[in-house]
């Protein structure tokens, strides 16, 4: 077996197509845009940094649930995005062109969490139902502009929720603790129905009762993961524009994460890693392993399934 540190920086080094040139089950794509930062600019560099990190991750099966994505699933990295630098509005349009033209599951490695605005309007169904949010974040991300700017990473589930991508009353926030203005969370939690789990909640009630409260909101509606990296705590995940003390562990999110096989998931992203301010390929490495584990759940769930 090849070792960890060589061979290609692809996301667990897999390839740019299948061998038989077959459509893929599972896509990982890149999108390197922080275009809607409100405050430290860089993770367009977070795409490179979580493949690098995910090399880690290449020689075994997850210890408990017992698979190995990077080489049970027919998964490709198709690389990054093309994005209209500097452009706002031409870059959603682009970016919600190119993720409706993927076949199959589409896994996105962000990019701002402005990114997952257009990736919802690619892939959640129209039919005025709205999928699940589960969304990792220190932040609510429903507010009604980006300082000035209609859209930005402080604002795509407002929309998502206006456009009817999504259903917030089935979906849930977990991770929250970041300050907001009481209308935003009003209009949050009352006026849209998002079930609203604080950081604070997840270190007091302890993970099963944020399991139960997910699957609870969820059901058995289409379910999107949205993982905002800040949703962990600064001391274990650095890397990234707006650090909120008090966050999640990466252990927390973990055992959370590893006991969600049964939602019935379309789709995931990993967005805000920043690496300019990561030590040591922390945050990075935090990134890498909760899209590896979601994967893992995909296995679990495709051979269960049959
Ligand atoms: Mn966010």
Same mark, same amino acid.
């Given at each position: ?9 692809? &996301? ?74 500097? $452009? ?12 409706? +033209? ?54 795509? &589930?407002? $929309? ?39 950081? =604070? ?6 993970? =099963? ?39 999640? &562990? ?18 995931? +992203? ?6 300019? $301010? +990561? ?14 584990? $979601? ?9 269960? +399934?049959?």
């Amino acid at each position: 077996m090849q070792p960890t540190f060589s061979g290609p920086r692809t &996301f667990l080094q897999l390839p740019a197509a299948l061998a038989d040139g077959s459509a893929p089950d599972v896509t990982i794509v890149g999108v390197p845009f922080d275009l809607g930062t409100t405050n430290r600019p860089g993770s367009r560099f977070g795409p490179a940094a979580i493949r690098e990190a995910s090399l880690m991750l290449v020689d075994g099966d997850h210890p408990e649930l017992r698979v190995n994505p990077a080489t049970t699933l027919r998964a490709i990295d198709g690389g990054d995005l093309d994005i209209v630098n500097g $452009y706002m509005d031409e870059s959603l349009a682009l970016i919600e062109r190119q993720i409706a +033209d993927i076949p199959g599951h589409v896994i996105t490695l962000g990019g701002d969490h402005t990114v997952t605005l257009p990736i919802l309007r690619a892939r959640a169904g129209r039919d005025g139902k709205g999928i699940s949010l589960v969304h990792f974040d220190a932040h609510v991300d429903t507010w009604k502009d980006n300082f000035g700017g209609p859209v930005g990473h402080g604002t795509p &589930f407002h $929309y998502a929720a206006q456009e009817g991508l999504i259903d917030p009353k089935r979906s849930i926030q977990i991770g929250i603790r970041s300050p907001v203005d009481n209308e935003t969370m009003d209009y949050t939690r009352d006026a849209l129905g998002f079930t609203v789990i604080t950081a =604070e909640d997840v270190h007091v009630g302890g993970i =099963e009762q944020v399991i139960a409260a997910i699957e609870k909101t969820v059901g058995n509606n289409p379910a999107y993961l949205t993982f905002d990296i800040d949703a962990i705590d600064p001391g274990q995940a650095p890397g990234t524009g707006t650090p909120e003390v008090g966050g999640l &562990f990466t252990w927390q999110a973990l055992a959370i994460l590893k006991r969600l096989g049964g939602i019935n998931w379309i789709g995931m +992203d990993m967005v805000e890693v920043a690496p300019a $301010y +990561d030590q040591a390929q922390i945050t990075a490495l935090a990134a890498a392993t909760f899209v590896w584990t $979601y994967l893992c759940l995909l296995i679990k769930k495709g051979s269960s +399934d049959e």
